[in-house]
């Protein structure tokens, strides 16, 4: 909606990656430099790192649509949870073999043969593979295989690994992949731009859809961007997006501050838009088990934000019930165990006043018994307390409804 308003022939603020609209800001032109060192020795692996939305698929979009494919055959997985079997076929399938069934054996023996075609034509290959923190070490071993294939002393394939921080913590830190890690020829980790490389990122890609200057940004738009997305490019093209066409929705031909301020807010109202420099919320006590039922709310108390501490409690009322009832079969249990004992002979006085102090033990178990069903009874009350909370606030919540 908002390319049609400012005459733009394109949409430059999608999420997916498009090599059209690389931006080379300085932690990518580093990871280009890391990437040319790599490919020019021809073997092992490469592996660029970053956080979620740090650019690293549209790198690897890019680096694809500037090779010359006259010299370098280049193929590219993006992996969900695959086992090493699974890889392999995914990588053959990736460089266009179709192996029948699934037998890992025949799918080798035709990677390698098309290794050796290639290598024959005077092209070398290479196998990028996306979202590595996903696969299992079995898979990553695999990979480690395939850049093994070799013909005499030449390697026939490079892979180019790309993934989140927790793969670089996996790789540096498991001894399970020391192998691999003596394989790894270059690696870089893709922090966030600076902030003054937001402003001309975004006029860059603006720039790639033809835009001639409507609208136009206030210079402070850029700083607040930079801020409130920690200088990430996918945060910055969905912020920037959603700008936009309320830029669009509104006939705006300069983009403000207070515009800015407007959409962050919604978005941090809808949950999208998370604070990069936020430290994780720490976990919700759970209720001790002797803890009271949760008191009645005054009816002066206010009803905006029952939502997190309400799921907290009930989510450790569960889990007080939980744990009562395992305590109250484990008191059951004791009780049969004393209820089976035989009855003591005749004229065993020691015997008589020991089964004595049993029955007494007996009686006192089956009080406790009774006490912890009636907590559990007052805690489930509780639990309906607190989904009565949650029901009055999402039928009195009018916008989150309509999100």
């Avoid at 799918?107 to 005077?122: K, T």
């Avoid at 092209?123 to 979202?131: A, I, N, P, Q």
């Avoid at 049993?358 to 912890?372: K, P, S």
């Avoid at 309906?384 to 009195?396: F, K, P, S």
Wanted: glycine share 6%; hydrophobic share 45%.
């Amino acid at each position: 909606m908002y390319d049609t308003f400012y005459k733009l022939t394109g949409r430059p603020f999608q999420l997916t990656p498009d090599p059209e609209f690389y931006f080379e800001s300085g932690t990518h032109r580093k990871a280009l430099s890391y990437l040319g060192y790599g490919l020019a020795q021809g073997e092992g692996f490469i592996v660029i790192t970053g956080a979620v939305g740090a650019g690293k698929s549209t790198l690897a979009a890019h680096l694809l649509a500037t090779i010359d494919r006259q010299r370098l055959t280049a193929a590219q997985i993006v992996t969900s949870r695959l086992d090493g079997g699974e890889m392999v076929h995914m990588a053959a399938r990736a460089f266009g073999l179709a192996a029948a069934g699934h037998d890992k054996a025949s799918a080798l023996a035709l990677i390698e043969a098309f290794l050796h075609e290639e290598a024959r034509a005077g092209r070398r290959c290479l196998l990028v593979v996306d979202e590595t923190q996903n696969l299992s070490i079995e898979a990553l071993e695999e990979l480690r295989m395939l850049s093994n294939f070799q013909l005499g002393a030449h390697p026939l394939l490079q892979i180019l690994l790309l993934g989140q921080p927790e793969f670089r913590d996996l790789l540096q830190n498991s001894p399970r992949l020391e192998q691999l890690r003596q394989r790894v020829i270059a690696t870089h980790h893709l922090d966030a731009m600076q902030p003054e490389e937001v402003g001309p990122y975004v006029l860059h890609r603006l720039a790639c859809v033809g835009w001639n200057g409507n609208p136009a940004f206030d210079a402070r738009v850029f700083a607040d961007l930079a801020k409130a997305t920690g200088c990430l490019p996918r945060r910055i093209n969905q912020v920037v997006g959603r700008l936009m066409l309320m830029g669009a929705v509104e006939q705006k031909s300069r983009i403000e501050p207070a515009m800015l301020a407007e959409v962050i807010a919604d978005l941090e109202r809808d949950g999208t838009l998370a604070d990069p420099d936020a430290p994780a919320p720490a976990p919700a006590p759970l209720i001790a088990a002797e803890a009271p039922a949760a008191p009645a709310p005054s009816s002066a108390a206010p009803q905006a934000s029952p939502s997190a501490a309400a799921i907290a409690d009930l989510a450790g009322l569960q889990k007080a019930l939980a744990a009562h009832a395992d305590q109250i079969v484990e008191l059951q249990r004791a009780v049969l165990e004393l209820a089976d004992m035989p009855a003591p002979p005749a004229g065993a006085s020691e015997t008589e006043s020991r089964f004595e102090a049993l029955e007494a033990a007996q009686g006192a178990l089956q009080q406790r018994i009774v006490m912890l069903e009636a907590r559990g009874a007052e805690q489930e009350q509780a639990i309906r307390h607190v989904l009565t909370m949650l029901i009055e606030w999402l039928e009195n919540e009018t916008p989150r409804r309509a999100a």
